[in-house]
């Protein structure tokens, strides 16, 4: 349709303030693109300074994913009103990029088409933008009610220190006057054609419709005024982007091409390319320049959404912890600290990023479940950050005296909680109790090794299900050994708290113990356990299992042969954070399930959404402040859909889930077995296992 | 200012049920882990603490072996500048004044202002060194101090008295105040931190260095000494209600209502 | 028949339970002489009541000593002692007394034995019992035979007080000197807020300790005590935690209680604290470790869960008050 106006309309042709139009524009597009390439220039200063982060390994997987995730937009339906419109938005704006591009060729070149949009081509992408613009005006309508009426939770943290909804309306504003815009440049033009209301062109119809009736000059003024107002609305649209958290527009695709592809339970080394600790001036992250660049890129991607908040357990039940104001506030700093205009602020003179910009009580509130990070649309990593500020805090001393406990214990007696080193091995009992587990001494060999870490071999309620696996195991022909007092902690709650050194110095000393000993292969009831040896720098060379996929296999191999336990009572399972999210088992403990005949039934927050029970990070043992327990809150969902009975594979689970039971009064209502202790009682047949 | 911690290394006997050893004149060690005495790591940090707000210098100071070393490095690796280990065979078996008197040779012989040390050992539980120690010194002490802080050359201390109350002192500098557990919140050592520190170099000094007449000091000076370590004899004790939590709960309220508790 | 000296204590501005403890240890250890130190400003009065238990009581009637400072004390009493020359001394192993003992038995030259629970003789050198880690183990300790003297720190609440004691003592006034320890300085006593609890006269007690685990646990303590119409009391790593105020804090570095009944729930039952339990009363104990240390000093326990005991016991009271 373009061209069809007198040419001596068309804005190219025009005069503006005495200029002719093209120079005028041509000033225009070149001051915005060198403010826009200026901005952007500025943001990568600290980029620059920050640490490295190799992130161009693997080229064809982080293409997938950033068709999947990026363009595909596959996280944005979780939550699916915000996610449709944000969709169609998201595609809307693909589309009408190439509209953008010829309403600024219009500028120079009067009639101007895209090469290949010329045509009966050009026509048909005309309705298709059309068609667009409308659906992208009524989703900006739509969100615009959203956020004002109807308020919803997720947008309103109760721990923002700085209002930043009005970004979001000055957005929303800004795209619906582009959308106008265009369609009384197309609508004026219509009407001064006098063209009839077209359904190929509905929008630019609506607006001719509107200023049907006027004279002449009002539509050349009209398409004249419109064309300005699009591309300097546009124009201006792109300088504000790196200003705003829609810098997540320029950064979320590459954020998404430049994902963490390490499995997630993998914690990021101390300093990439660094291997030895001691090397190391200062550890962790104490000022904004310590992060990586690809951690500070994070934080310009974060759009605020809130998604990662929302589905954080910590935040549910009322810590200082909000992951989406760790994102928030830190791009806050980095933009305070590296100005558009004048100089960098010094590290001294800033507020403390560890400290101040991110209190302590909301990094010590982490169970590091890692549901923030599989809600995020833009693939920001939290973990890692967080793991890091802990590490400085730990390098500085600056660490509760709750946990200080824990920690010496570790490194005294290779467990948490003090208990004698000696006695570690004592769960497979002494004489009439004495499981055919066998105590391996060193050069001894086996075909499994039971790996327990410290829970199951001390705590005992625990103790029951080592047990009742080893138990299993025995029965089905396998045998196992332990390391007895030679074993100590895995030292994955040490890492995830930060003693990074502590860390290592337990895991070289279950190494060495291994190394001692021939076995075919690891098993673990424990998934922390089981993330660190297959994921935390053990490095073993031999397979891994966690229990859930022992037992599965055996009853599959036929074996281990359960009964089917037709108690017509309802069954759930809850995901554990270490099992699921950070490796991916779903199906295994649901394969047992399955196989015993149960009546599962899934709670909403199921699989990769599964809500942390409470007990990463030594949360046993923290006090740090909150409203309520995250275990009571798992144990209503489990409650919401009917269970009689919770089903876990994870020590921390089981302890969590049980005190829930006690405190809220559940007790006889709502039973909590581990997944072990649920195969024995069908192997058993005998219901007062 | 110049500010003198004294520490000491202690077995961690908390959580663990504590044997005594065949000579009957120790514990059993076998499986003990050692760490720094818990209210000497209180003292650490309130050293530390001084030091940062008015400038000056900390200095930890152990008597004892070489396994002692361990809580001097860690002092270090908290902040202390420098650490002193007072190591001789002739001050093995000394008694409470007999550390004492080693550590009154070695602190006269350098200026301080302040000295600061747990008011007692989890281990002998003794509390006499710090107390001693400040009267064979000839400075003013207070014992079981609960805030601490240094204005001038006076320091103004909390310690606990009698009937769960608090009180407030003055004490003029040099003084030595022995703290109680909670005075603060010790920072954390990481293992990271100990490593940083181990090829600091700590001075030894001896009797001959101290200027010590070995008699003074050791089993040869003690005047109180341990005979023989023994368990509690297990007392007749309480009456342990029997039966399911229902029954033993059952039969206390009895027992409650018998006392006129009802 | 070595003479003794005992130092008495005034807890708010009365005689401590240790005088009468520290008298008769005295004399069970063989002094047929035992006399008091009295310190304080307007003692009279007590003066004449100690004359029930002890052969002299030495009067030091002073403004200085109107608040018990260690270092006052110990400087007031040092050349008084070489001066009297008892064989013993004797001082209640307190606050005030870990406070001035070492400096004491500096001064005077003396071999000091601390927190002595047992004398088992004093004819040759001084044979004693203490604990040590954390009361976990016995020790036979001895003092080896000194002519000056010794000096001995009691725990009090170890040793029994004569019944009726009647020893018919005189009263004998001593001069103070003037600045005593002027290196120290009295600043103020910090009292407790106006309107806490005073868990002193309270008949029956709830204690609570480390057991409870968390704050938000104390719930369940505060409904079984108002079931009970008792006062709640607690050990002092409650406080530590700043979970309770150290108004309900019981322990010998707390408050000393006399209730009729106490019931002591997930408490060790540490000397520290049982040292604040006084009179006897009848004892509770709800803990998960059979080895608690309480159970001994308990009349009645319970080995369990207490997060199951509890709410349970609290249910079963209601049901009994009907």
């Keep these: 349709m373009a061209g069809q106006l007198s040419t ?10 005495g200029l002719p139009a093209p120079a005028v524009h041509s000033v225009l597009i070149l001051v915005a693109l060198a403010t826009f390439c200026f901005i952007l220039w500025r943001r990568a200063a600290v980029l620059r300074r920050a640490n490295p982060d190799p992130r161009t390994d693997q080229v064809l997987e982080r293409l997938k994913k950033l068709l999947v995730i990026g363009f595909g937009q596959a996280r944005q339906p979780r939550y699916l009103l915000a996610g449709v419109l944000h969709i169609l938005i998201f595609f809307g704006f693909l589309i009408l990029s190439l509209r953008s591009l010829t309403l600024l060729g219009e500028g120079f070149v009067v009639g101007f088409n895209l090469p290949g949009l010329g045509g009966a081509v050009g026509e048909w992408y005309a309705t298709l933008k059309d068609y667009t613009a409308l659906i992208v005006l009524a989703c900006c309508i739509v969100a615009a009610i959203r956020r004002s009426v109807f308020k919803p939770a997720r947008y309103h943290d109760r721990h923002a220190r700085k209002s930043h909804g009005h970004e979001a309306y000055l957005i929303l504003g800004l795209i619906s006057l582009l959308m106008i815009a265009d369609a009384f440049y197309e609508g004026s033009e219509m009407a001064s054609l006098e063209i009839p209301f077209g359904a190929a062109l509905p929008l630019a119809s609506f607006a001719s419709i509107a200023v049907g009736g006027g004279s002449e000059t009002l539509f050349v003024n009209l398409h004249a005024t419109s064309f300005w107002v699009h591309n300097v609305a546009l124009l201006f649209f792109l300088c504000y982007l790196p200003l705003s958290k829609h810098f997540h527009v320029i950064s979320a695709l590459p954020n998404v091409f430049l994902l963490n592809l390490n499995p997630v339970g993998r914690v990021k080394p101390a300093r990439h390319g660094v291997a030895n600790l001691d090397d190391i001036k200062q550890l962790g992250v104490g000022k904004l320049e310590d992060f990586t660049w690809k951690h500070i890129l994070d934080f310009y991607s974060c759009t605020d959404c809130g998604r990662c908040t929302d589905h954080c357990p910590s935040y549910a039940s009322g810590t200082p912890l909000s992951p989406r104001m760790i994102s928030i506030n830190c791009r806050d700093l980095a933009y305070e600290s590296y100005p558009v205009f004048g100089k960098p602020v010094a590290p001294d003179k800033r507020p403390e990023l560890v400290g101040q910009v991110v209190r302590e009580e909301e990094l010590w509130a982490c169970t590091t479940c890692g549901a923030c990070e599989e809600a995020c ?66 050069g001894a060999e086996t075909d499994t090794l039971i790996f327990t870490d410290s829970c199951a071999a001390y705590d005992p309620r625990i103790i029951e299900i080592s047990r009742a696996f080893a138990e299993l195991m025995i029965q089905a022909g396998v045998p196992c050994g332990t390391l007895g007092k030679d074993e100590v902690d895995s030292g994955h709650e040490a890492r995830r708290i930060g003693e990074e050194g502590l860390f290592e110095t337990l895991r070289d000393q279950n190494l060495e113990a291994m190394e001692e000993r021939e076995f ?28 859930s996929q022992r037992l599965a296999e055996l009853i599959e191999l036929g074996k281990l042969k359960p009964k089917q336990l037709n108690d017509g009572k309802r069954y759930t399972f809850h995901d554990p954070c270490y099992l699921g999210r950070h490796n991916g088992e779903y199906e295994a403990p649901r394969q047992v399930l399955k196989a015993l005949g149960v009546n599962l039934v899934e709670m909403d927050r199921s699989r990769n959404r599964s809500f942390c029970c409470g007990g990463g990070s030594l949360y046993l043992f923290y006090e740090g402040e909150s409203e309520s327990r995250m275990g009571e809150k798992r144990l209503q969902m489990a409650a919401d859909v009917g269970a009689d009975v919770v089903v876990t594979a994870c020590p921390f689970c089981l302890i969590n889930l049980e005190d829930a039971v006690k405190t809220t009064g559940r007790e006889g209502k709502i039973e909590v077995l581990d997944l072990a202790e649920l195969v024995q009682r069908a192997v058993v047949g005998d219901d007062s296992v | 200012m110049e500010i003198i911690v004294c520490v000491k290394r202690v077995p961690d006997t908390a959580e663990l049920e504590v044997e005594i050893d065949r000579s009957g004149g120790g514990i059993e060690e076998r499986d003990l882990a050692y760490g720094i005495n818990e209210w000497d790591n209180f003292a650490v940090e309130a050293a530390l603490a001084i030091k940062e707000e008015h400038g000056g210098k900390v200095t930890a100071i152990t008597t004892g072996g070489e396994d002692d070393e361990e809580v001097l490095r860690r002092a270090l690796a908290m902040g202390a500048d420098e650490a002193l280990h007072l190591m001789d065979s002739a001050f093995e078996g000394s008694d409470a004044q007999g550390i004492a008197t080693i550590l009154h040779k070695a602190i006269s012989a350098r200026p301080f202002d302040l000295i600061l040390t747990g008011a007692i050992s989890s281990d002998r539980s003794s509390g006499q060194v710090g107390g001693m120690l400040a009267a064979k010194l000839g400075i003013p002490q207070v014992a079981l101090a609960t805030d601490l802080k240094v204005e001038g050359s006076k320091a103004i201390v909390t310690h606990e008295v009698e009937g769960g109350l608090e009180r407030v002192v003055e004490l003029d500098l040099p003084a030595l105040v022995s703290v109680q557990t909670g005075l603060n919140e010790p920072r954390y050592v990481s293992i990271r931190g100990i490593r940083k520190v181990s090829s600091m170099e700590i001075p030894i000094l001896g009797s001959g260095d101290l200027g010590l007449d070995a008699a003074a000091v050791g089993s040869a000076g003690a005047v109180v000494t341990v005979e023989e370590l023994f368990l509690p004899p297990k007392v007749e004790g309480a009456e342990m209600l029997e039966g399911d939590e229902e029954e033993m709960v059952e039969q206390l309220v009895a027992k409650l209502r018998e006392q006129g508790g009802l | 028949m070595a003479d003794s000296l005992v130092l008495v204590e005034l807890v708010g501005g009365e005689i401590d339970d240790s005088a009468w403890e520290l008298a008769e240890a005295a004399r069970n250890a063989g002094s047929e002489k035992v006399a008091a130190a009295l310190l304080g400003k307007d003692v009279a009065a007590h003066a004449e009541t100690l004359t029930k238990a002890f052969d002299v009581v030495h009067v030091f009637d002073d403004a200085q000593l109107e608040v018990l400072d260690g270092e006052v004390s110990a400087a007031l009493l040092a050349p008084f002692v070489e001066r009297t020359a008892p064989a013993m001394v004797f001082v209640p192993h307190t606050n005030y007394g870990m406070d001035l003992a070492p400096g004491l038995a500096v001064k005077t030259d003396r ?109 369940i303590i505060d409904s079984l005590a108002e079931a009970l119409g008792a006062e709640v009391a607690c050990s002092r790593p409650v406080v530590d935690k700043k979970w309770l105020s150290k108004s309900r804090q019981v322990g010998t570095s707390g408050l000393s209680v006399k209730p009729k009944i106490y019931i002591a729930i997930g408490i060790s039952g540490s000397f520290q604290h049982m040292g604040g339990v006084k009179g006897g009363p009848f004892i509770a104990a709800i803990n998960k470790d059979p080895a608690a240390p309480i159970f001994s000093v308990a009349n009645v326990g319970i080995v369990g869960d207490l997060f199951d005991i509890v709410p349970l016991l609290e249910e079963k009271i209601n049901e009994a008050k009907g």
Excluded at chain 1, 8 to 17: D, E, G, I, M, W
Excluded at chain 1, 529 to 542: E, M, T
Excluded at chain 3, 141 to 154: E, N
């Design chain 1, 8 to 17: 001596s309309y068309a804005p190219a042709s025009l005069q503006v303030l």
């Design chain 1, 377 to 442: 649309p833009v693939t920001i990593e939290y973990i890692d950050k967080i793991v890091d500020m802990r590490r400085f805090l730990v390098d500085e001393g600056r660490v509760p005296a709750s946990l200080q406990k824990p920690l010496a214990a570790l490194e005294k007696h290779g467990n948490p909680y003090g208990k004698m080193a000696r006695k570690r091995g004592d769960w497979v009992g002494k004489k009439e109790e004495a499981l055919e587990v066998e105590v391996l001494k060193k």
């Design chain 1, 520 to 547: 075919k292969s690891v098993v673990t009831c424990d998934p922390h356990a089981y993330n660190a040896l297959s994921n935390g720098g053990y490095d073993l060379g031999k397979p891994v299992h966690h229990h």
């Design chain 3, 111 to 219: 071999p000091l034995l601390t927190d002595i629970i047992a004398i088992e003789s004093a004819n040759d050198g001084i044979q004693a019992v203490r604990t040590m880690y954390g009361g976990k183990v016995h020790a036979k300790v001895k003092a080896v035979p000194c002519d000056r003297g010794y000096i001995l720190t009691l725990r009090p609440g170890s040793f029994a007080p004569a019944d009726n004691p009647a020893a018919g003592g005189t009263i004998n006034t001593e001069e103070v000197p003037a600045a005593l320890a002027p290196g120290r300085r009295f600043v103020e006593t910090i009292q407790p807020d106006a309107g806490e609890v005073d868990i002193t006269q309270a008949e029956v007690l709830v204690a609570v300790g480390r057991g409870i685990e968390e704050e938000e646990n104390l719930e």
